[in-house]
Nanobody, 114 residues
């Protein structure tokens, strides 16, 4: 059974930082491209960043220079370090394979507000 469990969300002031973590199970983790996604209120879910099994990384324009994706194949974990957060980054953040499978986790709520 494929399962993703996100953690690390919270309330942060503009300009602040957060580190999201995701534990994956039920997949051959080391062979997969993993990704972080987000869904803001009233909007579609969108890709934030992806990291391939060989470490190739891609960021959406809004994430470039502010967010850092990383993975640890020994522990089946994927991370998203976010800095310089803006109110428009407020969303529920999810991890999944890329392209994603249907088993979405509960996500990590990130609220950027003063």
């Amino acid at each position: 059974q494929v399962q993703f469990v996100e953690s690390g969300g919270g309330l942060v002031q503009p300009g602040g930082s957060l580190r999201l973590s995701c534990s994956a199970s039920g997949i051959t983790f080391s062979l997969r491209t993993l990704g972080w996604y987000r869904q803001a209120p009233g909007k579609y879910r969108e890709v934030v960043a992806t990291i391939s099994r060989t470490g190739d990384i891609k960021y959406e324009d809004f994430a470039t220079g502010r967010f850092t994706i990383s993975r640890d194949d020994a522990t089946n974990m994927v991370y998203l370090q976010m800095s310089g957060l803006k109110p428009e980054d407020t969303a529920v953040y999810y991890c999944n394979q890329n392209p994603p499978v249907m088993s979405w986790g509960q996500g990590a709520q990130v609220i950027v507000s003063s």
